[in-house]
Structure formats: C-alpha cells, structure tokens
C-alpha cells in the first residue's frame, strides 16, 4: 500500500488548475479557480503535499514563468496553444464528449481533427506528469479531458499506480457506442489501476461497454474488469462537499438588511444545457399559472453562471434563458412584484452561503448531472428555518438524497406540483427531510470521499481470477453448433508460448502440444496454427500431424485435404531479401539481429533498451522501404514483408475457402487467437463471422472479440474445446 502522508506522494492531474492566469497591465495576475472540482481537490493535496498538473488558462509567453503561488503544494502548469484550446477543449470536450456522457447524443459534434488534437494534448499531460513522477507516488487523473492521459503515462512508466476519476456520468452502452473513438477512450481508462465514479449506475455502464466494446472479461461482483493482461478496478465513490466549511459559512454569512417577505425559489448553475435552467423557469411559470396563490409571494432566484461562452450551442442557451425570464416576468409581474431575479454573473462565497442558507426552497432540476454539488451545499448551509429541496431524479445526488422531493424535470407539471407542496409543507416536515439530508451530508462529506477514494487507488493491486472453463461456456457455447465443424486458427509466438528473448527459446510445452493434438483428433474440429514464422520453422516446432500448418504469415500453407499453397511471387522476393538481410545486419546494434523467412524477414529488437530501439527502428523502417518492401510491426520487432498483397488474414480464408468451400461461413465456426499486430487481419476478416481472441496487452484498439490475458488463458480455452461433448456420429 502507497503511503500518501509521505512528502509529495500525490500528483493530480486536471484540465485546470486550482488557479487561473490573466494578463495584467504589467504583470500576469493569478486568481483562484471556483468549481466543484477544486473545491475537492485543494484540502486534499494540502494535507499530503504533491503536485496538481493542468492547463492555467491562458498562452504563456517563451520568457513567461508562472508566478510563484503560495500553495502547500507545487504547481506544474501543461501549455497549450490557441488551435489546441479549441480543438481539445471546446471541440472534442465540451462539443462532444461533455454532452456525450451526458446523454445527448444529438447535441454532439464529432471531428477527427478535434480527437487528434485531443490525443497529443493527452500525451503532452503524460510527458509532463511522467517529469513529476517521485518514488512511490500516486498519480490521479481527473475527468473527460483526460481520458487518454493513461496509456500515454503507462508506456513511460509501465509499474507506476494510476487512478481516474469521472465527475461526469459515464452514459448507457447505447449512447456511449456512438463515440468514433470509444475504443480508445476505453482503453485510455484501461490503463489505469483505479478508476472511480460518482454512482454505481455509472459503474455498470462502464463496466457494460467494457465488456460489450472491448471484449473484456467483467467481474460485476468484484468490479473489476480484465483487458488483456491488466486487471482495473472500477467503483463508485460518491463526491461529498466540505460539509463544515459551507455550515461555517451559512452561520456567519450576512442577513440582508431587509428580511425578504417573500419565499424564496434559488437556482444555482454554471450555465449549461445540461442543467434545465428553461424547464425549471417554466415550471415556475406553471405554478404561478396553477397555483394563483404564489403570485406576489414567491420569487425564484435564478444565479447563472457563465460558462463556455464560445461554444454556439452555450450561446443560444444564454438568449432562450433571457427571453424566458422576460417572458414569465413581462406576464406576471406587478409594481410590487417581480417573480424571477436572474443573476447572471458569478456570486462571492459570502453572498452564496447567504442565499442557500436564506432560500425556502432550492430547485435543483437537470437534465443529467453527474453528481450535483448545488444541492448538497444548500443542505449544508440550511442553519435557520428548514427549507425543502426539490431535486431531479437524473443527477447522481438523487442516488442519495432520499428526503428530497424527487422530480423529473422533463415533466412540467410534475416539477411545478413539487415546487408546490415544497412552499405549503409545514415545518415539521421540513425539518424531518432536512435533518435527514444533512445527517448523510455531514457523514459522507469531501474528507470521507477522499479518504475511501485514496485508500482504494493505494491499496493492493487488484487481481482478476484467473481465465476459467466456465468463461468460455459464456463466450463460446451460444456460438459454437454440434452440427457444424470447427476451424481453430492458432498463432504460435506469444499465443502458444510465451515471448521469450529469443525465438529459439520458444518451445511448445507438452500439455499445450497435448491439448491441441485432441482439439485436432475430434471429428468436429480441424486445427490450423497461423505463424510469422517459416513453414518448415512452425512445423517442427508443433510436431503434430493431421494439422494445417501457414508459415510466413500465410505465404506457404499446408494441410490435409487442402491444395498446398505458395504464393506465386515468393521466389522473387526470396532473391532480394538476402540483400536487405545483409544492409540491416550492417546497421545492427549488440541485442538485435536477423531472421531470414523466405520472401520476408524479422528484424528482432527485443534485447535492446527503449531508447536504442527507437534510433535502430527508424533507420530499418528507411532500409526496408527503400528495398521494396512493406514494413509490419510486431511484438519488439521489425518485418520486412514483400508487397504482395497477402497476409494472416488471406492465409485464413484460403484454408475456409479451401476446406468448406465459398460459403464456408455457413458450413463452418470459426475461432482464431493471436497476440500481435499481424493477426489483426485475420480479425479483421473474421469479423461478424467468427469469434477472436486477442492475447496479452494492447494499448491500441484491436478487431478481436474478446481479450485473454495470457498463454495461460489459451491452455484453457483449448483445454475447454478439447473436452466440449462431441456430437454423436451419423
Ligand atoms: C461537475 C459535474 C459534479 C456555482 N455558482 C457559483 C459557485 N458555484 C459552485 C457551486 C458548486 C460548483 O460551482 C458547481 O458544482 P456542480 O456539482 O453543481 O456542477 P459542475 O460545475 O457541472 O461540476 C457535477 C461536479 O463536477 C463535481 O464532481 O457534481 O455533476 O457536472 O460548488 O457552489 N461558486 C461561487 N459563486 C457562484 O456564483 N463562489
């Protein structure tokens, strides 16, 4: 377990910092950040010590420095020019993913050149917190913006502890599949240890779309989720606020001079469409329309914060909101009376603890809303007469807060028969609900969060049990038909054994060997193993007869009751690969070296350190190009491959073709497990046709149905279709 009382053992990573720059006449001008995000993470970063990483609002100039901020902690700030600000910021997250997981897909706006953007921004966060990194510290990555962060740092720094927390929800499989990039977005979380969510609905989205868009293997009791050979928690932790701090703050807080005779309706929002700002204001027009008894004695306190101003969408938001209010207030208002004060500006502290504490009733009405600290500040800050809040359903604080009166804000009547019964309610049911609320509030505030949240991403890293026969009764049963033969496609390096330094090295151990031999001795079952490697290579390696055999990625294949293959322009290319062979053993450094295949090579890279295989790498890739071949990455290495045309993929559907004839996939199930880049083809080919497994980890996205994480997890899923029962003969 990390120990994160000691010096500088948590490094947050956000969009933002807890303060933003503005330049002044001569100097910058730093000011504190406001927002529910800062408000959790400040009393945490000050208890432990560490670094809080994120974008300061602004281009620094070359010669610009920060300015030194008196923080208990240290302040990195991650550049980003004016196109990055748009692309990243406005464009990919607050133009598609924020309205995304919030559930409205219409409102979306997809641009590849936005997620590219998104993606260098990403990467540029996990070079500077890779830069930050101290021994044994907690890196803790916040939000939408930063969901590719993971990877990135993980390449780096492949042991460090990595958590994730969403303040947004995380939206149904549904809506979250229409994301062009959702694999990498997922994988982007996948990288982390830890990730966390505001409610356990979240949680089994997250945990659905893992399963059902990776192909990832769910433990729903455990949560947790295996992707490849990595094994990611994933829970809810409930934001709670400084519950103390706001009370503090309600009991000193101003009284207005003069007491308002009317009862009080607040609203308080960043204005955003997410948060029902129109609905809520013709809800109150429908209750002073029902209920004619409200006029001239209630007024609803509308504070809109601006926000994302230089998105249309905010923009339009902005003038339906003005038009409202002057609508219901044209309609109802006297000389004495005026129904909506709309405040649109942000209010000092001070002032806002006075109107929670003050309000009768707060109106708390989104669309979607991950959580929602508007509600639970009110709670707090209700120190005098209890008042009533009047909560949607479709925020993750409606999880919690049984005692509110629950509304669905799409429902104008609904919301305007609640806001009624919240006016009439007599005192000792007010009182009743709010001790209630304030009593959780108080137990589950900012310090308990911090605390069940730090001691789940520091504690031991969690492990999935191992792959089992019954996961593949689940996979692969619904799939499979007595009455149809199978064809199982196996790769060799990395599927059957594991990587080894040196190719040699990579022998098949006997109860593989034995496993196979009885998937290929049923009558149900033809087996075929798929390897970069030459022919003769692969063959006496697996020693088995009765088998196909496609050596060099499916340039040479042989097999029973198949016409052998070689493709026709091998012997062309087997000339001028020797040539190549010679310039690339002349470039290579001690550790790398040489396999001649045929009409294709390796260049193996495997024994040399990160830093040397990049510089060798970029050198080989020209070689190779230059000689005519195509350049294919594999596991640590290189493979210089004729332009031909033909690949894994191809290799698989001549044995299909061959062995079952043109519409084999109606005569034939089909499984195929590899682990590298190059079985992706035959993923590729299989796809919607037959069911693949890829082994190991990927930190790119991959065709395969479903992840395994090891050579182990590969014994069983022989070892599962060597003993399915066969079906009877005849
Ligand atoms: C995101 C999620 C999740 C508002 N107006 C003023 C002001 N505020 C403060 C409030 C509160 C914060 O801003 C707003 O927090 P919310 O939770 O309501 O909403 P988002 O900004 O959308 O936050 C949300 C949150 O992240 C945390 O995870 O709950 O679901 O969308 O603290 O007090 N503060 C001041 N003046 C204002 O006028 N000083």
């Known amino acids: ?71 208990a902690y240290t302040i990195t700030p991650v550049p980003m020019n004016d196109n990055e600000v748009r692309r990243y910021y406005h464009g990919l997250s607050n133009g598609a993913l924020w309205p995304l997981f919030h559930s409205f897909p219409e409102r979306t706006r997809f641009d590849r050149r936005d997620w590219e953007i998104y993606e260098s921004v ?11 990194l101290t021994r044994n510290c907690l890196v803790w990555i916040h939000d939408y913006h930063l969901m590719r962060v993971g990877p990135h740092l993980r390449r780096r720094c492949p042991n460090q502890r990595i958590a994730f927390f969403l303040h947004i929800p995380f939206p149904s499989y549904d809506i979250y599949r229409t994301l062009p990039w959702y694999r990498e977005v997922l994988i982007g979380l996948m990288a982390c240890d830890q990730v966390g969510f505001h409610c356990p609905g979240y949680v089994r989205n997250f945990l659905d779309c893992a399963e059902r868009l990776l192909g990832a293997r769910v433990d729903r009791d455990k949560n947790l989720v295996q992707f490849g050979a990595r094994t990611v928690r994933a829970d809810a932790f409930p934001l709670g ?46 209750l002073l329309e029902v209920y004619p008894e409200h006029r001239e004695r ?7 914060v601006p926000s994302r101003g230089q998105v249309a969408e905010y923009q339009a938001l902005k003038r339906e909101i003005d038009e409202l209010v002057g609508r219901v207030n044209g309609r109802f208002a006297t000389s004495e009376w005026s129904p909506i004060r709309y405040l649109y500006r942000s209010v000092s502290p001070e002032r806002l603890a006075s109107l929670y504490r003050d309000a009768d009733v707060a109106l708390v009405t989104p669309l979607r809303d991950g959580m929602n600290l508007v509600a639970k500040e009110f709670v707090a800050s209700q120190t005098e007469d209890p008042g ?100 199982l496609f196996l790769d060799y390096d990395g599927t059957l054994t594991p990587i080894v330094s040196h190719p040699s090295q990579a022998v098949l151990d006997d109860e593989t060997r034995e496993l196979i031999q009885r998937c290929g001795a049923r009558s149900d079952t033809d087996v075929s193993i798929v390897s970069g490697r030459k022919l003769d290579d692969v063959r006496s390696l697996v020693r088995l007869p009765g088998i196909t055999y496609a050596g060099n990625h499916g340039l040479e294949i042989v097999g029973p009751g198949i016409e052998s293959f070689s493709h026709e322009d091998v012997p062309h290319y087997q000339k001028r690969i020797a040539s190549l062979a010679q310039e690339l053993e002349h470039i290579c450094i001690e550790g790398a070296w040489v396999e001649e295949k045929g009409a ?15 510089s060798l790498d970029s050198r080989a890739r020209e ?89 182990e997890s590969v014994k069983t899923l022989l070892r599962w279709l060597a003993s399915r029962p066969e079906a009877p003969q005849g």
């Open 1 to 71: 377990m990390l120990d994160l009382t000691s010096e500088a053992a948590l490094i947050v990573v956000s969009n933002r910092l807890p303060i933003s720059l503005r330049r002044g006449r001569d100097s910058l001008v730093v000011e504190r950040s406001a927002g529910g995000l800062v408000a959790a993470l400040d009393p945490a970063l000050r208890r432990t010590g560490g670094t809080w990483i994120g974008w300061p609002g602004m281009r620094l100039r070359e010669s610009e420095k920060l300015p030194s901020v008196d923080e």
């Open 298 to 304: 209630a007024v609803l306190i509308q504070v809109a």
């Open 388 to 487: 009533v809040l009047v909560l949607s359903r479709m925020a993750g604080a409606a999880e919690s807060m049984h005692e509110a009166l629950m509304v669905n804000p799409y429902n104008i009547d609904g919301v305007a028969n609640s806001l009624h019964q919240a006016l009439t309610m007599d005192f000792q049911d007010r009182a009743n609900r709010m001790r209630a609320l304030q009593r959780r509030e108080r137990r589950h505030d900012l310090h308990a969060w911090l605390e069940g949240f730090l001691s789940a991403a520091s504690g031991p890293a969690a492990q999935m049990r191992p792959t089992a026969l019954q996961d593949f009764d689940l996979w692969l049963s619904p799939y499979l038909r007595s009455d149809l033969q199978l064809a």
């Open 122 to 132: 990403n990467e540029r966060f996990a070079q500077v917190t890779a830069d930050e």
């Open 623 to 711: 070689l190779i190009l230059e000689a005519g071949f195509q350049v294919r990455e594999a596991h640590c290495a290189l493979e210089a491959r004729p332009p031909i045309g033909w690949d894994k993929g191809h290799a698989v559907l001549y044995v299909l073709r061959e062995r079952y004839g043109p519409a084999w996939s109606e005569n034939v199930r089909t499984i195929y497990a590899g682990d590298d880049r190059t079985d992706e083809d035959a993923f590729r080919v299989l796809s919607g046709l037959g069911v693949s497994f890829r082994i190991g980890n990927t930190d790119t996205p991959t065709q395969a149905t479903r992840q395994l994480p090891d050579v």
């Open 241 to 286: 606020i400084d519950y103390e701090g706001h009370e503090r703050r309600a009991r000193s807080a101003p009284h207005s001079a003069r007491r308002d005779s009317h009862k009080v309706i607040l609203g308080v929002d960043r204005l955003d469409y997410t948060k029902g700002i129109p609905g809520r204001i013709r809800a109150f027009e429908r």
């Open 600 to 614: 294709s090579l390796t260049l193996h890279l495997r024994a040399l350190s990160h830093l040397d295989q990049r």
